[in-house]
Each structure stands twice: as C-alpha cells, then as structure tokens.
C-alpha cells in the first residue's frame, strides 16, 4: 500500500519529495516523488537501526524558491526489517496561502 500526499483541501500533490532517513547512519536514506495521484513508494535499504519519514514540497512565490516540509500523519520512527506506511498533507497557515 503506497503513502498519498494532499493538500489541505484533500487535493492530490505531484512530484513531491518523500524521504526515509535511517537514524542510526546518517548518510543513509531513500527518496522518492509522488506520482500524478500523489501517491509515493520508497524502497530503501535493508540497514539496521529505525527510519524516519519525511516530505517537502517545492514552491515559487514572488520569485523566490521554499521548500516547505509537509506534516506526516504518524512521525515515530519504524524498523527498517518492516517499513512502514506514511501519509502526508501540506497545511498552509499564515497570511501568504
């Protein structure tokens, strides 16, 4: 079952970068974007210690480049013999939406 990515309206987000970073090697970790339904699937290394997941998306306002991370609907750490499922939402709060 694959990860999705959404906006705050519920609206599938593409090419967003997806993550698993190992916690114990900082050098390692797995990428990924989401495809056109905003959906992501990363196949990373069987290493030892947890992994974290993460996301960010890159946007262009004014002129200039962000790169926002998104909010992962469960943040703790998992094995890496188990993976795990992450969903994501990019909650735009603020005065600039």
Same mark, same amino acid.
């Given at each position: 079952?694959?990860? *999705? *990515?959404?906006? $705050?309206?519920?609206?599938? %987000?593409?090419?967003?970068?997806?993550?698993?970073?190992? &916690? %114990?090697?900082? &050098?390692?970790?797995? %990428?990924?974007? &989401?495809?056109?339904?905003?959906?992501?699937?990363?196949?990373?290394?069987?290493?030892?210690?947890?992994?974290?997941?993460?996301? $960010?998306?890159?946007?262009? $306002?004014?002129?200039?480049?962000?790169?926002?991370? %998104?909010?992962?609907?469960?943040?703790? @750490?998992?094995?890496?013999?188990?993976? @795990?499922?992450?969903?994501?939402?990019?909650?735009? &709060?603020?005065?600039?939406?």
């Amino acid at each position: 079952m694959p990860g *999705v *990515v959404k906006d $705050s309206a519920g609206q599938p %987000l593409t090419g967003v970068q997806v993550f698993a970073d190992n &916690t %114990l090697y900082s &050098t390692t970790n797995a %990428l990924g974007k &989401t495809d056109a339904w905003g959906c992501h699937r990363i196949t990373r290394p069987r290493e030892v210690g947890t992994w974290r997941a993460g996301a $960010s998306v890159q946007r262009t $306002s004014g002129g200039e480049a962000w790169e926002p991370w %998104l909010h992962a609907d469960n943040g703790a @750490a998992f094995p890496g013999d188990q993976g @795990a499922v992450r969903h994501f939402i990019w909650r735009r &709060t603020g005065q600039s939406q």
